[in-house]
């Protein structure tokens, strides 16, 4: 009988990157998610790989080089850093991500340090990024939890008893249960999603318009011929895959020039190692043009002025307030899991594939077209259980979600 843990690898494999026999997969894990590196390369090799190499990172040695180096080294990118995802997939390759963030762990860190080296390396990776932003490859990203990440989640319990709390929470967030197939549940709310994408594409809005108690008053602006995406996606040469693992989202485009108002987070921001919290963005003609945050303001600075297109929205995102993430209460500290339980906004670099025919696009003709470009993309928390979003569009203005949830129409 597979174990929970094997039936999440499979999950990973078959819906999330979608791997075909005779690929090669690249994995990219944090030291703490080894056990399930290897039980993923396991499985991998069962299902047909040609080949699976793996690359491993360790948050606390990033720290020590974040405290300890200049930025003169921490900016020097190497090329063979580059050329050793560069190289496969080049070659056809699928890459599969697996976090284990502990939140806040490079708060001790300069912040100015952390945001030179993460843009340069933003820089020299540029090319290497399109296979991802511009779903050139299948790719996915699942979480695995540490010992210091389940204690920020569960600060009352004891080590033991908080990782096996945060291992059934990640389990029941991609529906993965004992004498039930995962596989076959995501494929069916994959099609549940794809419903929703095509009501929504139908109307084709023109704008959206978001408010809510915490004061969110935040009007968005859609590019023209703007494409709704949510589920399964495809690859561009027709390979579904699943990009987070979990999901419960629906997202589109937003015009870069377009976006004006007030926005609340409604939960903490992990921007960087840093946690920022209670924080609002206001925006004009689509500019952040002034922010706050209790906690966390500098690194709140450091994303906003990051480059100059992280100041502008790149993603508008739905997601009901009854999702089952959300209904779980907790607050996971991890953007993987927190965006699924609330609407959300991405500050920076907006998905081509959410442009009809973006992919195919130039990069002037995306940022003619409303794209917004940057070499970050960062997801921020705003939705609330009394959450108004209303569509403008040819049709007049229609009621997409009401007290946080889609009303019939979209459900």
Not at 81 to 93: P, Q, T, V
Not at 112 to 140: F, G, P, V
Not at 199 to 208: E, G, I, P, S, T
Not at 364 to 377: D, I, K, P, T
Request: aromatic share 10%; charged share 25%.
């Amino acid at each position: 009988m597979e174990t929970l843990l094997e039936k999440y690898a499979r999950l990973a494999l078959l819906c999330g990157v979608n791997l075909q026999k005779g690929q090669t997969l690249l994995i990219q894990a944090d030291i703490a998610a080894a056990e399930f590196a290897e039980v993923v390369t396991r499985e991998a090799y069962a299902f047909g790989a040609k080949e699976v190499v793996v690359h491993y990172s360790d948050e606390r040695i990033t720290r020590l080089h974040y405290l300890y180096q200049s930025s003169d080294t921490l900016c020097t990118i190497h090329d063979w850093k580059l050329e050793c995802k560069s190289d496969y997939l080049k070659k056809g390759a699928c890459i599969l991500h697996i976090i284990s963030d502990t939140p806040g762990i490079f708060a001790d860190c300069d912040t100015k340090k952390i945001t030179e080296a993460r843009l340069a390396y933003a820089k020299a990776s540029k090319d290497l990024q399109r296979y991802t932003m511009n779903n050139e490859c299948a790719w996915s990203i699942v979480a695995i939890p540490s010992p210091a990440w389940a204690m920020q989640v569960f600060p009352d319990l004891t080590k033991e008893d908080a990782m096996k709390k945060l291992w059934q929470a990640i389990y029941d967030s991609v529906y993965i249960k004992e004498g039930a197939d995962p596989v076959r549940e995501w494929k069916s709310r994959n099609a549940h999603f794809h419903q929703r994408v095509a009501a929504l594409n139908k109307q084709q809005f023109r704008m959206l318009h978001f408010s809510n108690g915490l004061g969110t008053d935040l009007k968005v602006r859609l590019v023209e011929h703007h494409r709704w995406e949510g589920g399964s996606e495809k690859t561009t040469n027709g390979i579904d895959f699943n990009a987070n693992l979990p999901t419960e989202e629906v997202y589109t485009m937003p015009h870069r020039e377009g976006v004006d108002g007030i926005v609340y987070a409604s939960k903490p921001l992990d921007h960087n190692g840093v946690l920022i919290k209670d924080f609002y963005i206001v925006f004009k003609n689509g500019k952040v043009v002034d922010f706050d945050a209790k906690q966390g303001k500098e690194a709140l600075a450091s994303l906003i002025h990051f480059d100059e297109g992280s100041n502008r929205l790149g993603e508008v995102a739905l997601v009901p307030y009854d999702s089952p993430i959300s209904l779980s209460g907790l607050l996971f500290y991890n953007t993987l899991f927190d965006e699924n339980a609330s609407c959300h906004l991405a500050l920076g670099d907006a998905y081509p594939s959410c442009l009809e025919h973006g992919v195919q696009m130039t990069e002037e003709e995306l940022r003619a077209a409303g794209a917004n470009q940057s070499m970050a993309h960062v997801d921020f928390m705003f939705g609330t259980a009394d959450l108004s979003v209303k569509g403008i569009g040819r049709y007049g203005e229609i009621e997409i979600m009401k007290n946080g949830n889609f009303t019939s129409s979209f459900r």
